[in-house]
């Protein structure tokens, strides 16, 4: 089979398998988080699922067109040349598939860190990062343009992990599917999370990375595994939910979060990250971070 067909191939494996099972994972999120809600909504559910959905299906063409492609094309040019670090290392596949897995993943982490820290990316990722509220909807808001400039990026990590062609779709899907868990707004059973945050980000951890108080937004970049925070020090678990403002200080107007004004968002000035008051979000820092609280 040529690179083509390949590519072809696992697209509609995505499109046709993944798609569906990711719907699924998503109704059921869905209809979880508004019978066990873990933090009390601000806005209008309805407006701002119209929102979402909106900017989720920009962005949805995106990622089937140019982001998945992408990541493949990175993927094969690794695999069936032998290139990337995982295929320097000679190891058999029941090695040398988890590794590059697990390289997909620390890749993705380093570009959640990259989203925050080069101005230019934020002005993409801020569209994510405005909505008022955080639940499962939130885990398809992101800008088309974030989607394109991330594709290099994604396409490169794939090549470097070694990720075989199909492994890398397999991974996008767990990857769409941690999205969608640790974005929503599901209470979860305080001791269950605490064991599941050993290993996955979760809603409560999420959560953090959404705050209004920028400290707590440079946190918490993990997508599937947990581990890549605590490794690089990003990680921050002592925030009570009950006490976090979801969103972006500067962008606090429904009026100004619609549809049509998020597509126009990164080409506006960037606003200081500030309430329109002009005081800055501010919480003490406890002495430890680590301790997931409920």
């Known amino acids: 089979m040529n690179h083509s067909a390949e590519r072809k191939k696992l697209i509609s494996l995505f499109q046709f398998v993944g798609m569906p099972v990711l719907g699924s994972a998503a109704v059921c999120f869905f209809v979880l988080e508004a019978r066990r809600e873990l933090r009390k909504r601000k806005q209008s559910q309805a407006d701002r699922i119209k929102t979402n959905v909106g900017v989720a299906a920009v962005a949805g063409a995106g990622l089937r067109w140019v982001l998945l492609p992408g990541i493949i094309a990175g993927a094969q040019l690794a695999h069936h040349r032998k290139q990337g670090l995982v295929a320097r290392l000679g190891l058999p596949k029941v090695l040398a598939y988890p590794i590059s897995f697990l390289l997909l993943d620390y890749g993705n982490y380093l570009w959640h860190v990259l989203l925050h820290r080069w101005p230019l990316l934020w002005r993409f990722h801020n569209v994510h990062h405005t909505d008022l509220d955080l639940d499962v909807t939130t885990a398809w808001r992101f800008h088309l343009g974030e989607v394109l400039l991330g594709t290099p990026f994604r396409a490169g990590a794939a ?136």
């Open 159 to 294: 090549w470097l992990a070694s990720a075989p062609p199909g492994l890398t779709v397999f991974y996008e899907v767990f990857y769409e599917a941690a999205t969608a868990f640790h974005h929503s707004n599901l209470k979860l059973p305080y001791g269950t999370e605490l064991l599941l945050n050993k290993i996955v980000v979760t809603p409560r951890m999420h959560g953090i990375h959404h705050s209004v108080v920028q400290r707590e937004t440079d946190s918490n970049y993990s997508i599937l595994f947990s581990c890549w925070d605590r490794l690089h020090r990003t990680a921050r678990l002592d925030v009570p939910q009950s006490t976090i403002n979801i969103g972006v200080p500067a962008y606090r107007d429904p009026e100004e979060l619609t549809f049509r004004k998020l597509m126009k968002l990164p080409f506006t000035e960037t606003r200081p990250w500030q309430l329109p008051d002009g005081k800055v979000p501010y919480r003490p820092e406890r002495k430890d971070v680590r301790q997931l609280l409920p």
